[in-house]
C-alpha cells in the first residue's frame, strides 16, 4: 500500500527570513548606522526576498490552510514591494506626513496581526509586538519630523529583525534535528 499523502515543506523559515534580512537592512538606515545613499540595496532587497520570498511563503501557508501565515506573508510581502515601489519611483513627490500615514496604516494592520498572536508560540507573539512599535515609532518620527524618533523606530525595527530571525532558525534547526534545540514558547 503506497502513501500518497503530501508533504509540504514548512514555508514559515522562507518568509520570516525575508522578512528579517530586509527588515534588518532598512532598520540600519533608520536607526543611524548607515545613510540614505544604501536605499538601494535594500530596495533590491525589498523586491528579490522581503516581497517576492515573503509571497511565494504566504502562497505556501494558503496550501497549508493557515490562514495567519497566508494573512502575514502575502500582506508584508506586498507591504515590500509597495515601499520599494514607493522609494524607486515616489519618494521625493510625496510629503512626509502622508508617509507618516502610509506607516501608521501598516502599523494598525500589525497591531491587528499582534492580537492574532496571542494564542501563538512566544518567538511570534514578540515579532508582532515589536514590529507595531517599530511602525508607529517612524510614523511618529516622519509626522513630527523627529528623526531622533525615526532613529528609535530603526532600533526597533533591529530587534523585530532578529526576533524573526530567530524564530526561522528554530524552525529550521528544529526540525532537522527532530526536537527542540531553539525554543520558541509553544503554548502548552
Known sequence: MSDNTTRYANPGPLGLCGFALTTWLLCLINGGFFDTQSLGL??????????????????????????????????YGAFWWSWGLFVAFFKGETP???????????????????VATLTKPRALQAIFFFLTLTFYALAIGDATGNHG??????YLGLITA????YLAAAEVINESYG?????????K
Open 162 to 165: 532578529l526576533c524573526a530571525f
Open 96 to 114: 512626509a506626513t502622508f508617509v507618516a500615514w502610509y506607516l501608521a496604516a501598516w502599523g494598525t494592520f500589525t497591531l491587528m496581526m499582534f
Open 42 to 75: 535594500v530596495v533590491a532587497m525589498a523586491f528579490a526576498f522581503g516581497g517576492t520570498a515573503q509571497a511565494i511563503a504566504g502562497i505556501m501557508e494558503f496550501k497549508k490552510g493557515n490562514t495567519f501565515g497566508f494573512t502575514a506573508f502575502i500582506s
Open 179 to 187: 526536537r527542540t534545540i531553539l525554543p520558541i514558547g509553544e503554548k
Open 149 to 154: 524618533i525615526v532613529n528609535v523606530g530603526g
